[in-house]
């Protein structure tokens, strides 16, 4: 199976600052690679899909990069709700992999 | 807009059969992959398996030997069954949609926690 390697596994950021998730794929995967965010008590959320671009709904400060199998999350001026856990997942091969996640919290 | 809301025991016993049911309104469950994806404490995400229209699924082959993925589509259900269960299937179980064969999942239920313990 395709292993996802996400780092750091915690990144503290100030509010208003920008975060950037790394996310390696043990083999190409192309370009089907997802972001997920994670919150306490609420369903998780799909941000990024096709590796850069945006769900419904996903502010544009959220943007995705990277293909085969480097990838990046990149969230310009962090808002208080972005604090959050976030996963990376790929959807090229079965079974699907995710990251072990990034928690990024507040400086 | 569509929804998603798992259903089922919250504590089950070693050994046993866990069962879980997820609920789809707001959309047809026709044409859509239909996911279970755990995350026990402390730990990453695993995807389980999924079923699409009745009869295709697919398993994590670490779990393959005992999960079975079921739909109602009279009811709008769909369910997880999971044999010989232990310990370390304690998790948050999540019921998820995907549209398509290389898809993000892009709708999540709230997920139902599960305790495995005697």
């Known amino acids: 199976e395709i292993v996802m390697t996400q780092s750091p596994a915690t990144l503290s950021v100030s509010p208003g600052e920008i975060a950037t998730l790394s996310c390696r794929a043990s083999q190409s995967i192309s370009t089907n690679l997802a972001w997920y965010q994670l919150k306490p008590g609420q369903s998780p959320r799909l941000l990024i899909y096709d590796a850069s671009t945006r769900a419904t709904g996903i502010p544009a400060r959220f943007s995705g990069g990277g293909s085969a199998t480097e990838f990046t999350l990149t969230i310009s001026s962090l808002q208080s709700e972005d604090f959050a856990l976030y996963y990376c997942q790929q959807f090229n091969n079965w079974p699907r992999t995710f990251g072990q996640g990034t928690k990024v919290d507040i400086k | 807009q569509v929804q998603l809301q798992e259903s089922g025991p919250g504590l089950a016993k070693p050994s046993e059969t866990l069962s879980l049911t997820c609920t789809v309104s707001?959309?047809?469950?026709?044409?859509?992959?239909w996911n279970w994806i755990r995350q026990p404490p402390g730990k990453g995400l695993e995807w389980i398996g999924y079923i699409f229209n009745s009869g295709s699924t697919n398993y994590n082959p670490s779990l393959k030997s005992r999960v079975t993925i079921s739909v109602d589509t009279s009811k709008n259900q769909f369910s997880l069954r999971l044999t010989s269960i232990n310990a370390a299937d304690t998790a948050l179980y999540y019921c998820?949609?995907?549209?398509?064969?290389?898809?993000?999942?892009?709708?999540w239920g709230q997920g139902t926690v599960v305790t495995v313990s005697s």
């Open positions: 707001g959309g047809p469950i026709n044409n859509y992959y």
């Open positions: 998820v949609r995907s549209e398509g064969w290389t898809s993000a999942f892009d709708i």
